[in-house]
């Protein structure tokens, strides 16, 4: 009869996989770009300084995504990432439109940059904290306040229209800082602002999209700070949009929440051969406050 020998098993190494650390390798690249910005800041070359956090905003937008793909969340990626975009989105661009414009202003250029980097930190810990938090599925869409690289987009905005246009806008420090504290209390404001993470895009919309996508990336490389400019300029145009969407939401799903009203009768009883529009709502279904 044949013996069958046991096979030694071959030792396996324990520990996380290297697709797992890719996320966080993204991180902590978007952070040397944000943390390089510094460093053309301090030397004065100001188009590379700006250019280091339109490279930290990309590579943030991709660690998340690339997280999701590689099912690679977790909690301290996300404590790595809040606390990259405070110090890419938050602090550096602070010091550098400080050091672009706001010096001549003393204490309060200062304390504008301060406001601003102040208001970022206050963002991401409110968005971190209620991250756990109820809320309507629609509200999912929306963030509360501007993002942090949006945020940063916005604060720059002033350099790069003194880029492409040749204005000083430097000169005017009073109008720089005002600008400044504008943005970061637009951080911590409770107003909705589109979250493109979870939008679908209808079949007949891929072509165009795609195609409006390729002209932006031209215009991009042909003449960057323009679009960027422009790009920037049009997410602000759509803060007010974003608001009414939520609002029209909110009350459509108030609306189907709200207890079985009738047709014909006006004391709230349904007659015979009334429609019902809704079942009395349980104690859960009323739409949270958005976060």
């Known amino acids: 009869m044949r013996r069958f020998r046991r096979r030694r098993s071959s030792p396996r190494f324990s520990g996380q996989s290297f697709n797992k650390l890719i996320p966080n390798l993204i ?25 280091m956090i339109v490279l930290a905003a990309v590579f943030d ?13 977790s909690k301290f990626g996300a404590e790595l ?12 661009p602070g010091v550098i439109v400080y ?15 301060l406001f601003y980097a102040t208001c970022c930190m206050l963002r991401l810990a409110r968005f971190n904290s209620r991250l756990d938090d109820d809320k309507p599925a629609f509200a999912y869409n929306y963030f509360t306040g501007v993002p942090a690289p949006a945020g940063a987009g916005l604060a720059l905005l002033p350099m790069m229209l003194s880029f492409q246009t040749g204005l000083d806008l430097d000169g005017v420090p009073i109008l720089v800082a005002a600008w400044l504290v504008a943005v970061g209390l637009l951080m911590v ?103």
């Not at 009414?244 to 108030?254: C, T």
């Open 27 to 51: 991180t902590v690249l978007a952070l040397c770009f944000g943390l390089s910005g510094l460093r053309f800041a301090l030397t004065g070359q100001w188009e590379l300084a700006v250019a």
């Open 99 to 113: 050091l672009w414009s706001l010096q001549p202003l003393g204490s309060f250029g200062w304390m504008a940059a």
């Open 189 to 291: 404001s409770q107003l909705p602002t589109f979250s493109f993470k979870r939008m679908k895009v209808p079949q007949r919309m891929v072509l165009p999209i795609l195609i409006g996508a390729g002209l932006v990336i031209a215009g991009v490389v042909s003449a960057p700070w323009f679009m960027l400019a422009l790009l920037i300029m049009a997410y602000l145009a759509s803060i007010p949009l974003s608001v009414l969407a939520y609002r029209r939401l909110l009350r459509e799903a108030e609306r189907m929440a709200s207890p079985a009203s009738t047709l014909a009768d006006g004391d709230g009883t349904a007659g015979p051969g009334d429609t019902v529009v809704g079942d009395p709502p349980a104690p859960g279904d009323r739409p949270a406050n958005f976060h």
């Open 81 to 92: 990432d809040s606390l990259g975009d405070f110090v890419s989105f938050g602090v550096v």
């Open 61 to 73: 937008a991709l660690d998340g995504r690339m997280a999701r793909l590689l099912r690679a969340q």
